[in-house]
């Protein structure tokens, strides 16, 4: 079967950095995803990762290890409108997206 | 500006009623989709097309239909609605049917009552 899992809320200081993890499962793999989601607005992409390692992006980093099922979206400098959903998802053998229920960052000052 | 348009962005109906969520995007993608997304819940797929004149059932099609007659639009019927169909639906299209780098509507937040 597939299924993908990422932790459900987070918390974090404005300034500091964060990691959120995401596990998967699947026999067909293409890539993985990760989305950002404000509080009733649309999932914006973020990242891509479809070999192993680390992809940067500005303050947003994003790491696959395929071997083990895992990825990692690292966010740095952490400001307030940080503060949204992420979106962790991998795109099976039939190129379809399963996507994670999310987790909710919420950042301190 | 380009992107993907949604209409209604919110909507009370009683149940039994049908309804058409309306979607519609500039960008001339090829693929469409739309999702529902459930509190606690991954966004789950209901039905989708890689092309016009194409469309396929995702993970969640039972009481919804879509059509695709042209690129550009893309929308979802509710034949007959159900209180479990009360959510938040997102359109979405992409360049192609094989990435999944997606752009999303504002979403139509959908109550069945």
């Known amino acids: 079967g597939q299924n993908i899992d990422q932790p459900t809320e987070m918390t974090a200081t404005e300034g500091a950095i964060v990691q959120i993890n995401c596990t998967y499962q699947t026999s067909g793999f293409n890539g993985l995803f990760w989305y950002q989601q404000h509080a009733g607005e649309a999932p914006t992409f973020l990242s891509y990762n479809v070999l192993d390692g680390l992809e940067e992006k500005g303050r947003f980093s994003s790491f696959l290890s395929r071997s083990k099922g895992y990825s990692y979206l690292l966010l740095k400098e952490l400001q307030m409108k940080d503060s949204a959903s992420y979106l962790c998802a991998f795109l099976d053998s039939n190129y379809q997206l399963i996507w994670g229920a999310g987790t909710k960052l919420i950042i301190k000052p | 500006i380009a992107g993907i348009t949604q209409a209604p962005t919110s909507q009370i109906l009683a149940a039994g009623r049908r309804m058409t969520l309306r979607c519609t995007q500039d960008m001339r993608h090829n693929a469409m989709y739309w999702y529902r997304q459930d509190l606690g819940l991954g966004l789950r797929l209901i039905h989708y097309s890689n092309t016009a004149g194409t469309t396929g059932k995702g993970e969640v099609p039972d009481g919804y239909s879509v059509s695709r007659a042209n690129t550009d639009d893309f929308p979802l019927t509710l034949a007959s609605a159900v209180p479990s169909q009360t959510s938040v639906y997102f359109c979405?299209?992409?360049?192609?049917?094989?990435?999944?780098?997606?752009?999303f509507g504002e979403g139509s937040r959908l109550t069945v009552l």
């Open positions: 979405a299209s992409s360049a192609r049917g094989d990435t999944g780098e997606l752009f």
